[in-house]
C-alpha cells in the first residue's frame, strides 16, 4: 500500500478517534469479564478512577500512530492523530474535573 494515500488529516483523525476505543474493547473483554455488562455496566463506568487511568491508557496507543506517522513522514496523517489525542484530552479534563 503506498503510503501518500493515508497521509490525509481525516484518514489520520478516525484512526485516532477509533483505536482507544478498540483498545478500550479489548480491555474490557479480557479484564473485565465479571462484570455483567446490561446490569453494572453504568455503575462500573462511574467509578471515575478506574475509568480515568484506563482512557489514558487507551489514548497512549495513540502514540505509536503518531510515531508511526513522524517516522514515516506522513505530516498530516500526524496532525490528524494529535488532533484526536487533543478531543480526548479536553474529554479527560472534564471527567476529572467535573
Wanted: with cysteine.
Amino acid at each position: 500500500m503506498e503510503l501518500n494515500k493515508i497521509n490525509k488529516f481525516w484518514v489520520g483523525f478516525m484512526i485516532g478517534i477509533v483505536f482507544p476505543v478498540f483498545c478500550f474493547s479489548i480491555y474490557w473483554l479480557f479484564f473485565q469479564r465479571k462484570v455483567d455488562i446490561p446490569q453494572d455496566d453504568i455503575r462500573y463506568l462511574l467509578n471515575k478512577e478506574l475509568m480515568i487511568n484506563v482512557f489514558k491508557m487507551c489514548c497512549g496507543a495513540d502514540l505509536l500512530f503518531f510515531y508511526l506517522g513522524l517516522n514515516k513522514r506522513l505530516v498530516d496523517f500526524a496532525k490528524g492523530i494529535i488532533a484526536s489525542v487533543l478531543i480526548y484530552a479536553l474529554i479527560l479534563a472534564y471527567l476529572t474535573f467535573f
